[in-house]
């Protein structure tokens, strides 16, 4: 099993950075990839960015590229989202997912593990 542990939400006002974390723990495999999605109030819950564990390989929501970086530090287990230039419609629960493939993928179904999610508010 995998254990997925999301830090780092909070309010901020519109125009601010704020960096998220995802602590993976449990049993480690040498090759999975990691990424974030978000779920806003009455909507689906969607792809913003991945990783593969290496880091030679990363995808991003068009919708955040550009503002918001996907990084890894393998020493510490943990992923990070740096977000910049946040706009109100950021707001939602950040979760992170993780699967055991070397192939970073943007589909929520193919991720087998989740954590519990962040919120993140975003004011105009």
């Known amino acids: 099993q995998v254990q997925l542990v999301e830090s780092g939400g909070g309010l901020v006002q519109a125009g601010g950075s704020l960096r998220l974390s995802c602590a993976v723990s449990?049993?480690?495999?040498?090759?999975?990839?990691v990424a974030w999605f978000r779920q806003a109030p009455g909507k689906e819950r969607e792809f913003v960015a991945a990783?593969?564990?290496?880091?030679?390989?990363?995808n991003y929501a068009d919708s955040v590229k550009g503002r918001f970086t996907i990084s890894n530090h393998n020493a510490k287990n943990t992923v990070y989202l740096q977000m910049n230039s946040l706009k109100p419609e950021d707001t939602a629960v950040y979760y992170c997912?993780?699967?055991?493939?070397?192939?970073?993928?943007?589909?929520?179904?193919?991720?087998?593990?989740w954590g519990q999610g962040t919120q993140v508010t975003v004011s105009s």
């Open positions: 997912a993780a699967r055991i493939s070397v192939v970073i993928v943007t589909t929520r179904e193919w991720y087998d593990y």
């Open positions: 990783t593969s564990r290496s880091g030679a390989s990363t």
């Open positions: 449990g049993r480690t495999f040498s090759s999975y990839a």
